[in-house]
């Protein structure tokens, strides 16, 4: 089968960052999300990020190569990604992209990094108005066609809350999780300090807001409304900065409630800045958890 969506998503890192910066958002997941265990595993490359006492010596100078060691823990991550599909996916980011398309390639991004470090993935989204999960993979294949499907399925309208879905997701496993949920707006608002404390009190979670565009401009369309957006309110300059200090201060006091559980997350506006925003998502995550 031909990889459409890892190919892209490779193509993608490659024009928007430097090799040092794909390599660093490498080390920053292995530091965030390594386990420790007595049970030694195997041998694998060094990779930015890790340890210096989990370097096997002997073995690098008989390779040539620095070597780490690893433990079976360190592949029993279970990480699940949340996706938000809806009809709002339609519309497009504050830099006028696609938001299912900014959407596909963050889920990509971060989901490949996951596989490609030997750690679980399982997928949550809404397809034919069931809340839909795959089983937990590392596979790179399995990754490519979860992403083809959600393709088919990511302006799909529902009628599920972004908290149903987690919950939904939380009762199908025992395991300790890193959920990984990526939305907009509308799903920060609607995540309160009863839903944190339920998903925190056993499990990490990181949340990655897709921006939306304002309605402000030329040509807007409203999705809930199914019409155009008059001329004398997408021209109102007044109304403009409401609605820009309305998603500040949501936005601000959402963070404020993410902070306190000890939540990370970030908005991405566009394609090109997914690798720097992943890396600076992951470097506060992880100091985060360790302070």
């Known amino acids: 089968m031909k990889t459409k969506y890892i190919e892209k998503i490779k193509a993608n890192i490659s024009i928007n960052s430097s090799k040092k ?16 265990s007595m049970d030694f ?47 709002k996916m339609d519309a ?7 938001k299912s398309d ?29 809340i839909y999960m795959t089983d937990f993979k590392d596979s790179i294949l399995n990754l490519e066609l979860t992403l083809n499907d959600l393709e088919n399925h990511i302006i799909e309208e529902n009628n599920y809350s ?11 496993t025992k395991r300790k999780m890193i ?12 995540i309160d300090n009863n839903i944190l404390r339920n998903i925190t009190s056993s499990h990490d979670l990181l949340f990655i807001n897709i ?10 369309y409203d999705l809930d409304e199914k019409h155009n957006v008059p001329k004398i309110f997408s021209k109102n300059s007044i109304l403009k900065e409401v609605e820009e200090k309305t998603k500040k201060d949501l936005i601000e006091k959402q963070n ?20 720097n925003k992943l890396i600076d998502l992951l470097e506060r995550h992880n100091h985060a958890v360790k302070s």
């Open 21 to 36: 910066a794909v390599a660093l958002l490498d080390g920053l997941y292995h530091s965030v999300y390594k386990g420790r």
């Open 41 to 87: 595993d195997d041998l694998r490359n060094y990779n930015l990020g890790d340890e210096s006492k989990d370097i096997d010596w002997k073995s690098s100078i008989r390779n040539g190569s620095l070597l780490v060691r690893r433990y079976e823990a360190l592949r029993r991550h279970n990480v699940v990604f949340i996706i938000d599909n809806n009809i």
């Open 92 to 98: 497009v980011t504050k830099n006028h992209e696609n």
């Open 102 to 130: 900014v959407l596909m390639y963050v889920y990509g991004t971060l989901a490949y990094l996951v596989c490609k470090n030997g750690d679980e993935v399982s997928t949550s989204y809404v397809k034919e108005n069931n």
């Open 162 to 172: 972004l908290f149903e879905r987690i919950k939904y997701c939380m009762n199908r």
């Open 179 to 190: 959920f990984v949920v990526i939305s907009d707006i509308s799903g920060m608002e609607s």
């Open 211 to 220: 921006s939306d565009a304002s309605i402000f401009g030329d040509d807007l």
């Open 256 to 275: 404020i409630l993410f902070t306190k559980f000890r939540v990370t997350s970030t908005t991405i506006n566009s394609k090109s800045e997914i690798v």
